[in-house]
């Protein structure tokens, strides 16, 4: 057994963690991470965010090049290689991998490679690979191990037949059919990649929409794009029966008209959500609360526990990457005596990078009119946009929720080409709180994909010009 003093000691290098980890660095912070996992980065870097992403751009460019003719660009005898879409994917993942290592030797922040859990106040156990048992000492501690795919009460992930948002990522071979329980943005995302991988790919949504934390509207046009691309779409659909069946996934589904659905695929997948990474971590040894599967934190992550915060997928904010990274930075100033301004939740943009894209930020509609503002709307579909046509890509629209009296805008949604970047105009725009007339006497150039989020702005007045 090894004692040692840190200033932080930081269970998990997600991106909440190891953010956390080189925001302290920064500040001169004597810092030490703790990994379970041979590499740095967490679910995200590994198994989520970075992989799924790289695998989205392949099916994009494998659309694209099959669709090269409209443009005057010519591809014969185009296929797609898995075995090298994977090779692409763990590049890019090993590169951002090593870049963390980079940063962490230039920040002065340490690494084990362990299992680490509470022994007690701020004293952290680590359980290295080869069983020895060390035990730090640590003036702050946070715990940043993040969540796990979830299983459903009935159904559980085997791995060949039942596959998780993880194990789907490992695939050797697209599957025939495939069909996808939960259209939240994990399940949306994997649709969309093996329909353009050649799968026949049937979602169910136990839900009434798709996408069902986003806008109505923009659930409503994302499932119309899903269904023209030859997507199967099932809301308000309860799976109630699934078994394998003479070497196929059978699974009997009950829509909220009582009509029975016999479905059958290849491979399950389970994107039910996720489950918070509390076991094991020592939780009992001290005095942090737990509500609702959550740990309970103030406005600067600290847990009822003096010295020990918990941020990213361990709370009942946002389970987002960005928000956990964020959280990490909030921490690290908080600890170092920076006075950080607390997190503001409600200025948190999510993109779900399907095709077409989503990407959002603030109050939907119902949400705005729930709160009980007097609103106005402002919609500019991709139809009318000319930047639009020359990509090709013309589904969706920009739709602006902005309050009536003050004209602040409220909400951004977007639906369409590059949505995941175009938000970044709304996010912008909420944190200065900006009217939907600042955002038409900004000038934006032409020809652009923006220009829609000036023209739904125009509209927010009953002024748009191009439509």
Request: include cysteine; proline fraction near 3%.
């Amino acid at each position: 057994m090894t004692d040692a003093a840190y200033d932080l000691v930081v269970i998990g290098s997600g991106p909440g963690g190891y953010v956390a980890a080189i925001r302290a660095g920064q500040l001169g912070l004597n810092v030490l991470v703790v990994e379970k996992d041979q590499f740095l980065g967490g679910t995200c870097l590994h198994r989520g965010c970075i992989p799924t992403k790289a695998l989205l751009h392949t099916a994009d460019l494998l659309q694209q090049a099959r669709e090269g003719v409209k443009f005057g660009v010519v591809c014969a005898g185009v296929s797609l290689d898995l075995a090298a879409a994977h090779a692409h994917k763990r590049r890019v993942v090993a590169k951002n991998a090593k870049g963390i290592e980079g940063l962490f030797k230039k920040n002065k922040v340490g690494w084990v490679q362990g299992t680490g859990r509470l022994a007690g106040g701020r004293t952290v156990e680590v359980t290295r690979p080869d069983g020895k048992v060390e035990k730090l000492a640590a003036k702050n501690v946070i715990l940043a191990t993040g969540s796990r795919c979830g299983d459903l009460p009935f159904l559980a992930a085997d791995g060949r037949y039942f596959v998780n948002s993880d194990q789907i990522l490992e695939l050797t071979e697209v599957p025939p059919r495939l069909l996808v329980l939960g259209a939240g943005a994990v399940g949306m995302e994997f649709a969309s990649i093996f329909s353009r991988f050649g799968s026949k790919v049937t979602v169910v949504e136990l839900l009434d929409r798709v996408l069902p934390l986003e806008d109505a509207d923009v659930s409503t046009e994302v499932a119309k794009a899903f269904r023209r691309q030859g997507i199967a779409v099932h809301v308000a659909t309860r799976a109630e029966d699934v078994k394998v069946a003479e070497g196929f996934v059978r699974c009997k589904a009950v829509t909220a008209g009582s009509e029975t659905l016999a479905l059958e695929a290849d491979k399950l997948l389970l994107a039910v959500g996720r489950q918070a990474n509390f076991k094991g971590i020592g939780l009992e040894s001290t005095k942090v609360q737990i509500e609702r599967g959550r740990i309970v934190v103030d406005g600067f992550c600290r847990t009822h526990e003096e010295g020990v915060y918990a941020i990213g997928d361990l709370l009942a904010t946002p389970w987002l990457a960005h928000v956990a990274s964020m959280q990490g930075v909030l921490v690290a100033e908080h600890i170092a005596g920076k006075n950080p301004p607390p997190i503001n939740y409600g200025q948190v943009p999510s993109c779900t990078y399907c095709w077409p894209e989503v990407g959002a930020i603030g109050l939907s509609e119902a949400q705005a009119r729930e709160k009980g503002y007097d609103v106005r709307i402002g919609t500019f579909p991709f139809t009318a946009s000319a930047k639009a046509a020359i990509l090709g890509e013309t589904a969706g629209f920009v739709k602006i929720v902005a309050e009536a009296k003050y004209d602040e805008v409220l909400g951004l949604h977007i639906v369409g080409p590059h949505a995941t970047e175009l938000v970044a105009e709304g996010e912008a725009a909420l944190r200065g709180e900006l009217t939907a007339e600042e955002l038409i006497r900004t000038i934006h150039a032409h020809p652009t994909l923006h220009e829609a989020i000036h023209e739904a702005a125009e509209g927010v007045h009953g002024a748009t010009i191009h439509f």
